[in-house]
């Protein structure tokens, strides 16, 4: 599954609703889990962040992957980090 969208790919998505949602695996993915500020995100395509909503630093961790062409993948349940990401995700839904 290719996000090509213009001139750009789609780098930020976001579906919010549950705690957890089943993502496509895009290239070398991983799966976030614990506190992603730790991760070492390098070396992978795709990045999949369940439970966003316990993340502070969300926003912060999506833009350092897409200033570094890495695809991330956001899950999780509405609150102010996850609002936060609406600003500049690429596709931002929410599901209730």
């Not at 996000?3 to 579906?15: A, K, N």
């Amino acid at each position: 599954m290719v996000y090509f969208v213009g001139h750009y790919y789609e780098m930020i998505h976001v579906l919010l609703g549950r705690k957890a949602y089943e993502w496509p695996r895009v290239g070398r993915t991983l799966l976030a889990e614990g506190d992603i500020m730790l991760l070492n995100y390098q070396g992978y395509d795709t990045i999949i962040v369940n439970n966003a909503h316990t993340q502070p630093n969300i926003a912060v961790f999506a833009r350092l992957c897409s200033r570094r062409n890495i695809r991330v993948m956001v899950g999780g349940l509405v609150n102010k980090y996850t609002m936060e990401l609406a600003g500049f995700a690429d596709t931002f839904k929410k599901r209730l």
